[in-house]
């Protein structure tokens, strides 16, 4: 297979309560190609997580051994708790062609960047920030300190949208992932990805 035949590597970052949750389920519905990166985090599990699933629930000493271990892509501290993508997997299935998606904060995109500057990266805004407020205060997960922690990050998270390579407000889950499947047709048709395509029309393979 050759390079630009690749997956993409997708990042999705933005405040907790944007919305990021059901718009990656909707985007990956139906969508063999592309494949979500399941993360692990040393953050309890809320009512209804499932381990493997929607994230690795380990203990701080087993995610430091990991860490030690080379077998974290990127890792990042988030409101008190570790959070990390495994490298397993991600490589192989982007070399198969697949794009997959990583949902994952900004100390974490960061270093992705940096590691593989073709990533192409998401920032997803909520429309108001009163509108993040309540979208926290629905999801009824969390206590009132860790919503006020959440909020307070937020805030500080959204101010690093101007470094990612496309921004998006998150108004409704259907034009936001009508928007994001625009950006991953246009990513590839970018002529350091499509090469190929130029050799086997000039080759009339
Ligand atoms: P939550 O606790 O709400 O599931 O996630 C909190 C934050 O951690 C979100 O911004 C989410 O995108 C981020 N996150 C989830 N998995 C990872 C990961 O593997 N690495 C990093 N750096 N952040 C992650």
Same mark, same amino acid.
């Given at each position: !297979?050759?390079?630009?035949?690749?997956? $993409? $590597?997708?990042?999705?970052? #933005?405040?907790? #309560?944007?919305g990021?949750?059901?718009?990656?389920?909707?985007? $990956? =519905?139906?969508n063999d190609?592309?494949?979500?990166?399941?993360?692990?985090?040393? /953050?309890?599990?809320?009512?209804? +997580?499932?381990?493997? &699933?929607h994230?690795?629930?380990m203990?701080?000493?087993?995610?430091?051994?990991?860490?030690?271990?080379g +077998? !974290?892509?990127? =890792?990042?501290?988030?409101?008190g708790?570790?959070?990390?993508?495994?490298?397993? %997997? &991600? !490589?192989?299935?982007?070399?198969?062609?697949?794009?997959?998606v990583?949902?994952?904060?900004?100390?974490?995109? /960061? %270093?992705? @960047?940096e @590691?593989?500057?073709d990533?192409?990266?998401?920032?997803?805004?909520?429309p108001?920030?009163e +509108? $993040?407020?309540?979208?926290?205060?629905? /999801?009824?997960?969390?206590?009132? +300190?860790?919503?006020?922690?959440?909020?307070?990050?937020?805030?500080?998270?959204?101010?690093?949208?101007r470094?990612?390579?496309?921004?998006?407000?998150?108004?409704?889950?259907? =034009?936001?992932?009508? %928007?994001?499947?625009?950006?991953?047709?246009?990513?590839?048709?970018?002529v350091? /990805?499509?090469?190929?395509?130029?050799?086997?029309?000039?080759n009339?393979?």
């Amino acid at each position: !297979m050759n390079d630009n035949d690749n997956g $993409l $590597l997708l990042i999705f970052s #933005g405040p907790s #309560g944007a919305g990021k949750g059901t718009v990656l389920k909707e985007l $990956l =519905h139906g969508n063999d190609n592309m494949k979500l990166s399941v993360s692990a985090t040393t /953050r309890p599990p809320r009512e209804g +997580e499932c381990h493997g &699933i929607h994230y690795f629930f380990m203990t701080k000493e087993e995610f430091e051994e990991q860490i030690a271990n080379g +077998e !974290m892509l990127e =890792h990042a501290e988030y409101c008190g708790r570790y959070y990390g993508t495994p490298s397993a %997997q &991600i !490589m192989d299935w982007i070399e198969e062609g697949r794009d997959v998606v990583l949902e994952i904060e900004v100390q974490g995109a /960061r %270093q992705i @960047k940096e @590691k593989r500057p073709d990533c192409v990266s998401i920032f997803v805004l909520p429309p108001s920030l009163e +509108e $993040l407020e309540n979208r926290l205060r629905y /999801r009824n997960t969390e206590d009132e +300190e860790t919503i006020q922690k959440r909020l307070a990050v937020a805030r500080q998270e959204m101010e690093t949208a101007r470094d990612y390579d496309y921004v998006i407000v998150n108004d409704t889950v259907e =034009h936001t992932v009508e %928007q994001i499947n625009k950006i991953i047709a246009a990513e590839k048709l970018k002529v350091s /990805r499509a090469k190929s395509n130029i050799e086997r029309v000039l080759n009339n393979d």
